[in-house]
Nanobody, 124 residues
Framework: QVRLQESGPGLVNASQTLSLTCTVS??????????WTWIRQRPGKGLEWMGV???????FYSSSLKSRTSISRDTSKNQFTLQLSSVTPEDTAVYYC????????????????WGQGTQVTVSS
């Protein structure tokens, strides 16, 4: 049973880089063919897919966030990370890591595995 847990600072200053870590247990980001994904929900808005890293380390990002987003991994710690640069208060959101089998048809809203989410507030 895959379990995910987000961690990182809950408050980030505007113009700085938001950095979050997702720790995976019950599965391997290296050997499990899953979409290891970052998703966020800004106040009053729906879930927003941010990007994904595969078990092979390939990354894909939302077109709207690509210029500011970097997802990486530390296989020795079974973790993958999110970095979102040049943040503004509009980046205030609950940030989730999530995962499911890697495919092209499973909507991220229906992923099987989710972290509990972590609130990140960007202060100006």
């Amino acid at each position: 049973q895959v379990r995910l847990q987000e961690s990182g600072p809950g408050l980030v200053n505007a113009s700085q880089t938001l950095s979050l870590t997702c720790t995976v247990s019950g599965g391997s980001i290296l050997t499990d063919y899953y979409a290891w994904t970052w998703i966020r929900q800004r106040p009053g808005k729906g879930l927003e897919w941010m990007g994904v890293i595969s078990s092979s380390g390939s990354t894909f990002y939302s077109s709207s966030l690509k210029s500011r987003t970097s997802i990486s991994r530390d296989t020795s710690k079974n973790q993958f990370t999110l970095q979102l640069s040049s943040v503004t208060p509009e980046d205030t959101a609950v940030y989730y890591c999530a995962a499911d089998l890697w495919d092209t048809y499973t909507d991220y809203r229906e992923y099987d595995y989710w972290g509990q989410g972590t609130q990140v507030t960007v202060s100006s």
